[in-house]
């Protein structure tokens, strides 16, 4: 019954801005930690962002670039990516949980539920 939607991926060149934007529904959008993860082939899901309890966490690769929001009048959690790089290229998807701790926040698999990816290829 929870779906989460993302939408804004696309081709753009390096030093370009994107943003993704995650619409939920099927939950009580407000009492669930959002974050987002990035996956790349052949690699491992990657941590980029979360906010829980009104706090932001961020992976190192993408801390000082991205920025991570959430509208919770329109269960939306959005995220900003500026100063793109190749390596940022991967699909990115967005994630909700209702009990997450801080210390399992970048572990793929303590995530509860997820979208179904939007692709972002950063290229010249």
């Known amino acids: 019954q929870v779906e989460l939607v993302e939408s804004g991926g696309g081709l753009v060149q390096p030093g370009d801005s994107l943003r993704l934007s995650c619409a939920a529904s099927g939950l009580t959008f407000s009492r669930y930690a959002m974050g987002w993860f990035r996956q790349a082939p052949g690699k491992e899901r990657e941590f980029v962002a979360a906010?829980?309890?009104?706090?932001?966490y961020y992976g190192d690769s993408v801390k000082g670039r991205f920025t991570i929001s959430r509208d919770n009048a329109k269960s939306t959690v959005d995220l900003q990516m500026n100063s793109l790089k190749p390596e940022d290229t991967a699909v990115y998807y967005c994630?909700?949980?209702?009990?997450?701790?801080?210390?399992?926040?970048?572990?793929?698999?303590?995530?509860?539920?997820w979208g179904q990816g939007t692709q972002v290829t950063v290229s010249s």
């Open positions: 994630a909700a949980d209702s009990s997450l701790i801080v210390s399992t926040i970048s572990t793929a698999r303590q995530w509860d539920y």
């Open positions: 906010v829980r309890m009104g706090r932001t």
